[in-house]
């Protein structure tokens, strides 16, 4: 069984960043391309991003695009989400995902774990 823990969520004002953190239970994190989602109230899941297995592609949406960045440390089991010049509306809950294999997924059915996830809020 795989356990994903979020941290680092919290209050920030627009143009501010924060750095969230995902860490990994089980021996296997390498072996699996890791994603970001996130959820406001009344929407829908979204892809944030991804990074591959070994960290060398990541994947972005358009709207967070030069603004967020993931990288993993493979030897913390841990992925990261670096959030600079946020926007009121990149609150949401937000959520890491295993993949379901090497190839980063744009799709919430494309992963198998899920965090608990972690509150994001953004004052302007």
């Known amino acids: 069984q795989v356990q994903l823990v979020e941290s680092g969520g919290g209050l920030v004002q627009a143009e501010g960043s924060l750095r969230l953190s995902c860490a990994s239970s089980?021996?296997?994190?390498?072996?699996?391309?890791m994603g970001w989602f996130r959820q406001a109230p009344g929407k829908e899941r979204e892809f944030v991003g991804g990074i591959s297995w070994s960290g060398d592609s990541t994947y972005y949406a358009d709207s967070v695009k030069g603004r967020f960045t993931i990288s993993r440390d493979n030897a913390k089991n841990t992925v990261y989400l670096q959030m600079n010049s946020l926007k009121p509306e990149d609150a949401a809950v937000y959520y890491c995902a295993r993949g379901g294999g090497l190839r980063v997924g744009h799709y919430p059915m494309e992963y198998d774990y899920w965090g608990q996830g972690t509150q994001v809020t953004v004052s302007s």
């Open positions: 089980g021996r296997t994190f390498s072996s699996y391309a």
